[in-house]
């Protein structure tokens, strides 16, 4: 679970590599679509007041993507939130879990989302948030971030 901190409530949601789930997590932080949460392209700049967070799957190889994407973070950008989004109803391979144990104390903190067999049914981001297991995961996460519903 991420730790809670004085951090902004706006976020910039960069994925660490292809099909981390970016989109799916902007719209769950933001479900109104207020602004208050983007997708942030890799290079472009964080705009003052918001806290970066970084996406990646619960594969060896998502969690080596944020692996090497935190690890070469700029020391003048905050240090981001990582939401490691379950790929399946399995428990993390060991590299994995190893790699998000070394990525603590370089991030604010670390959420997990589960698998979600409901969102496989889904066109969009926004149609996943009708149905009671993903409110329920995105309420988790926007908690575990200090977000108030």
């Known amino acids: 679970m991420a730790e809670r901190t004085s951090a902004s409530r706006y976020f910039g949601v960069v994925g ?33 007041h918001y806290t970066p967070l ?21 020391p003048d950008v905050p240090r981001p939130y990582l939401v490691v989004v379950g790929d399946a109803p ?4 060991r590299a994995a879990r190893y790699r998000m144990k070394t ?21 969009t981001p926004a149609d996943g948030l009708a149905h009671r297991p993903v409110q329920k995961a995105a309420r988790a996460l926007r908690r575990s971030l200090g977000l108030t519903d």
């Open 54 to 74: 970084v996406v990646c799957r619960s594969t060896s190889g998502g969690l080596a993507a944020a692996v090497q994407l935190i690890g070469s973070w700029h």
């Open 103 to 123: 990525l603590g104390p370089r991030v604010l903190g670390i959420t997990e989302v589960p698998y979600l067999v409901r969102l496989r049914d889904v066109d």
């Open 90 to 93: 399995l428990r993390l391979p």
């Open 16 to 48: 660490a590599h292809g099909g981390a789930g970016t989109s799916t997590i902007a719209r769950w932080l933001d479900p109104d679509g207020d602004g208050g949460t983007f997708e942030l392209r890799r290079g472009s700049q964080l705009p003052p």
